[in-house]
C-alpha cells in the first residue's frame, strides 16, 4: 500500500499538456521537499524537478526547463506537475517522492525516502 499516489497520466498529443497530480495518505506533504522523477523503457530513473516545501522554491533540470512546473496545494495535501509542450521522448512513468531535507538542492532519486507507484505518461501522435 503505497502512502504517494500519482494521477493525470496518460496518452497525449506531441505540444500537448498534461497535469500530474500527487497526493499523500497517512501523512502530509507540506513539511516535505517533493521531488518528480521519470523513467523512459529501457533507460535509468532521471530527474524532472524538485519543490520545496513552501513551494516557493523549485528544481528544474535542464531536459524539461521552460516546459514542465512546479505547484503545490499544501492545503489540499497535494503536489502538482505541470507538462507542456510534450515530446515523444518525455514518455515514461512519472513517480512523485519524498526528497530526504528541506532543500532543492537535494534534488536526486538517491535521496528519496518515499516513492509513489507510478503513473504512465506516453505522447504519441
Known amino acids: 500500500q503505497s502512502q504517494l499516489v500519482e494521477s493525470g497520466g496518460g496518452l497525449v498529443q506531441p505540444e500537448g499538456s498534461l497535469r500530474l497530480s500527487c497526493s499523500a495518505s497517512g501523512f502530509t506533504l507540506n513539511s516535505r521537499t517533493i521531488g518528480w522523477f521519470r523513467q523512459a523503457p529501457g533507460k535509468e530513473r532521471e530527474g524532472v524537478g524538485c519543490i520545496d516545501s513552501s513551494g516557493s522554491s523549485a528544481r528544474v533540470f535542464d531536459s524539461v526547463k521552460g516546459r514542465f512546473t512546479f505547484s503545490r496545494d499544501n492545503a489540499k495535501n497535494t503536489v502538482y506537475l505541470h507538462m507542456n509542450s510534450l515530446k515523444p521522448e518525455d514518455t515514461g512513468v512519472y513517480f512523485c517522492?519524498?526528497?530526504?531535507?528541506?532543500?532543492?538542492?537535494?534534488?536526486?532519486?538517491?535521496?528519496?525516502?518515499?516513492w509513489g507507484q507510478g503513473t504512465q505518461v506516453t505522447v504519441s501522435s
Open positions: 517522492a519524498v526528497v530526504r531535507g528541506n532543500s532543492i538542492f537535494y534534488c536526486s532519486k538517491y535521496e528519496v525516502t518515499d
